[in-house]
């Protein structure tokens, strides 16, 4: 899980990871009902190219990433870290 913010003076936080691609719709909707439709939440599949996977591994094909940004204040960092 990655989180940071743009810069010190920014109130503006970026959270990303990855989950089951199964989990996509329940975290768009979890976050939107908790954040009461504060954060934005983007996902994506996971281009990994063929030279750079272990023998066997697909776990590429299994989970997808995502990225979170939302308004950073204490209350909604801590909610959206439970979240994710």
Do not use: P
Request: charged share 25%; with cysteine.
């Amino acid at each position: 899980m990655l989180g940071f913010s743009i810069d010190s003076d920014s109130s503006v936080c970026y959270l990303g990871g990855t989950i089951d691609k199964r989990d996509e719709m329940t975290i768009q909707k979890l976050l939107f009902r908790v954040t009461r439709g504060q954060a934005i939440v983007n996902t994506f599949d996971l281009n990994i190219e063929d030279d750079d996977q272990l023998r066997n591994d697909d776990f590429n094909t299994r989970l997808i990433g995502y990225t979170v940004m939302f308004h950073d204040t204490g209350a909604m960092r801590k909610t959206v870290m439970r979240v994710c």
